[in-house]
Each structure stands twice: as C-alpha cells, then as structure tokens.
C-alpha cells in the first residue's frame, strides 16, 4: 500500500522473486494531465523535498533491482558540505569532506520525482504486477481482507470504529505498509494488535527555497557540495539539481523564538525580506525569487513516528515512513526506507522464502535500526546547525579523521558509518559511544597536543578495548 519510493522499491524486489504483487495509490496517477495538476497537492507531496540525498545504503537498494547506474546518470555528486558562516561574502568559509580519506566517498543529490517515475516505470512493466491509483485504503479486517474506495478522493470515509466494506476488496498473503508517516495501515494494525505508537512533532519546520542557475552556470561555486548556512538555533542548506539549479531549504522554529520570528509568523513581504536580509544576507543576490517563494511554497511541519511491534503476526508489515518517520538532517530518509526493503528481501531469502518466518523476524530484527535513525537524525540537526560553524569541531572532525586512516576496521567516524555503511543504526550508535569515549580519555591525558600523539594513545586504547 503506496506508491512511493518505499513502495515502489518493495514491489520490485517482491516482483523478482516472483510474487503477485498489486500496488495501492489513494491518489491519481500524478504522471497524467500533468498542466491539469500542478496545483494538486498530492503532485506537489510527491514533489516535496524536490532532491533528496543518495547514499551507500539506498543504492545498494538500487543495485539489487538493477537501477543503480541508471539512477547515477541524473545524480549529482556532493564530496562534502560547504560552510557558510560568514553573511558578507557568497564563498564558503570552510569545506568539510564527508571522507577525510577516501575522495570516492560521496552523497549524490538526486530528483524525487524523478526517482520515482523510474521505480514505478519500472515495476508497471513486470507482467506479475498490478499497480492501481485511485484506491484509498480504509480498513483492514482480522480476516486480513484489504477494504479500498475507490472514489479517486484519497480521503478515508470511515471513522475509526466503522468497519464498512470497500467499494474494492482483496484478501492478499501479506500487506506491506508503505503509505508514509500517516499510514492506514498502520491504523489499522493498531486496531489489530497490541501496539504501541508515538507520533511526535518537533517545534522546527521547513520552507523550500530556488537558488536558479546563472548564465547557465551553478551559482554557487562549489556545486558539488552541500552548502550550509549554520545560525545556531536554526540553519538553511542547499542541495545541487541537475539543471543547475539548488533548493535551498530553510529549517527553523515554527514559531517566534528568543526574539527571532518563527516560518509561520513571517508573512508579508516586508517581514521575509527583514528575515532573509538578517540572516541570510549573502545569498540574496543569486536568490531572485525568494519573496515570491517564500509566500508560495508552504510552511511544512516536522514528525517523527515510532511503531512496536512493525508487524502483525506474518499477514502484515510496515516499513520506511509507515514505521519509522523521522526528521530529514542525516539525509537518510529515502536511504533508511530503501534498506528497509532490502533488508526484507535479505531476510526472506535466509528463510527460503518462507514469510511466515521471514516477517517476524524481519520485524523484530530491523525496528532497533529505526529507532536508532531517528534518534542520529535529531543529533545531526544540532550539528549541522550550530557545531558546523566551530573550529574545535572542525578539528574532532581532522583527528577522527586521521584515526580512520591509520586504523581503518576499528575506527570509523559517525558520519562515515551511517552514510557508507551498511552497519545497523542502533549498532553505529553504540560504535560512536565507544569511540568518543577513547577520544574524551585521550584528550583529558594529553591536553591539546599534536594529532600524532593523540594517535599513539589512541592505539592503545583502541587495542585494549578490543
């Protein structure tokens, strides 16, 4: 059930090893009468986040479906993040590499809907797969039978005790949930099991703006970066697009915070100019549209769900968003849901393909990983922020560096574990504790001394807790 990234990856990999698949949309199909639609919200929630970052865990994903060079021809490359401190001048202040010591290792900012259209292009050409739009899933029953309207609305008409039949039935062998962080499925599971479920949201939010090309050209110097304008409380970032372009987007308090105005207090145009000329002065100049942007685009909240158990005995499963929403700062929302998928197929493979083992083991085995992204993600919003812009960080980040080249199985920096990786989250997390525990021993032995001194006592450590 839905139609996108999290879905289309899964029928794929279903489709390959040769189950009936039928795939559930509640909306249209977003690809037809496209004039007709551009101003339907479901397109534009499809075309949220126009890029999204790509990374080691999402296009192992892709490769198992055989689409991973085919998406690398419209991704564009980003070996680091450029750091925009300074409000005076358009050139970065700092550049940090996402690898200290392998070049290679790069995120790639890729289209969504792009994306997508590719998966979903795909997955309709498999003859043992039906893709259906316009079916709005309701309920699903204890007998496990799927009830959908289909009147095109994408709204449910049942209230949460109303258990009408669908205008559209099927009673299928599993139900995947992959209808995003407001999932049905998920409803409905929580009527049919005992599960627990937290939905939280955070009291930032984002607004989407354009940085357009200029002579044709990036306007941007480093366009193979991620660029990050760090405030503290709150900070902008832009990602490259593959006509030139960059969406900037601007994450921040929602609401008027130690005297500076939250996304939804700032309204007219001389309130976003006012805002925009304080804060992000420098970019201004290669943001023509930002007044208009800024009304047009929508203010967009930020949530987080967390889901135990995932699934209900072996007749359901949820995964990506369904299961796991979190908040977009360690670039790993599209990558996480791609691993779950993965990791589904990996597991259905060890048990022969028998789902009746493969689910709950999928289940319990997989949700410590969400929990783990969640929690790295929220982490990763106070670095980008606010530490991005420190020179002590900047150093951490020289020496861990340094560390990973000379002891590269035993010391791997956070960043590089989750983003080219494939270690469980959870795992990373505890891998992370232990390696800032020997970078806190070694500092507090030897003060602010040379890296290579550092390194000598570092080995030791390192060795005696192995």
Not at 58 to 65: C, D, E, M, P, V
Not at 289 to 305: R, W
Not at 395 to 407: C, D, I, Q, T, V
Request: charged residues 25%.
């Amino acid at each position: 059930v839905g139609c996108g990234l999290a879905g289309c990856m899964t029928g794929m990999l279903f489709a390959k090893r040769g189950f009936r698949v039928i795939l559930t949309e509640k909306n249209e199909d977003w690809r037809q009468n496209e004039e007709e639609m551009k101003d339907d919200l479901h397109r534009n929630n499809i075309k949220r986040s126009i890029n999204l970052a790509l990374s080691h865990r999402g296009r192992s994903a892709l490769k198992q479906i055989g689409l991973e060079e085919e998406v690398m021809r419209f991704a564009v490359p980003m070996v680091g993040r450029a750091i925009h401190t300074s409000k005076s001048s358009l050139d970065a202040d700092a550049f940090q590499p996402y690898d200290e010591n392998d070049p290679s290792n790069c995120i790639y900012s890729v289209s969504r809907e792009r994306l997508n259209n590719l998966l979903l292009e795909r997955l309709e050409a498999q003859p043992n797969v039906t893709v259906l739009f316009k079916h709005s899933l309701t309920h699903i029953d204890r007998k496990g039978v799927a009830h959908f309207e289909t009147t095109g609305s994408g709204d449910s008409v049942n209230t949460y005790n109303d258990y009408r039949k669908g205008t559209y039935q099927i009673q299928p062998r599993l139900i995947v949930g992959a209808d995003g962080a407001y999932s049905v499925v998920r409803e409905s599971l929580l009527r049919l099991n005992l599960t627990n479920f937290k939905r939280k949201y955070i009291s930032h939010g984002y607004k989407e703006l354009t940085i357009p090309a200029k002579d044709d050209k990036f306007a941007l110097k480093n366009h193979n970066a991620l660029h990050i304008w760090p405030r503290g409380s709150f900070m902008m970032i832009a990602l490259p697009n593959p006509d030139k372009s960059f969406t900037a987007t601007i994450f921040a308090p929602l609401h008027t915070e130690n005297g500076v105005p939250g996304l939804k207090d700032i309204n007219s145009e001389d309130e976003i100019k006012k805002y925009m000329g304080t804060h992000f002065p420098d970019v201004l100049p290669v943001m023509p549209d930002y007044v208009s942007d800024f009304k047009q685009n929508p203010t967009s909240p930020l949530v987080t769900v967390e889901v135990s158990p995932w699934n209900y005995k072996d007749k359901i499963v949820l995964l990506g968003d369904s299961a796991h929403a979190m908040v977009p700062f360690y670039g790993q929302g599209m990558n996480a849901a791609f691993e779950d998928c993965l990791f589904l197929d990996e597991v259905l493979a060890s048990c022969g393909g028998n789902l009746e083992k493969a689910i709950p083991q999928f289940a319990a085995e997989r949700e410590p990983a969400g929990r783990g992204i969640a929690e790295l993600s929220m982490g990763n919003y106070l670095e980008m922020r606010h530490h991005t812009g420190s020179t002590l960080f900047l150093l951490r980040k020289k020496l861990e560096g340094a560390l990973n080249y000379a002891f590269p199985t035993s010391w791997i920096p956070l960043y590089k574990m989750v983003t080219f990786t494939r270690i469980p989250y959870h795992v990373v997390i505890e891998k992370e504790k232990q390696q800032a525990a020997i970078l806190d021993g070694a500092a507090k032995a030897m003060g602010m001394i040379s890296i290579g001194a550092c390194l000598l006592i570092a080995r030791r450590l390192i060795r005696s807790s192995l």
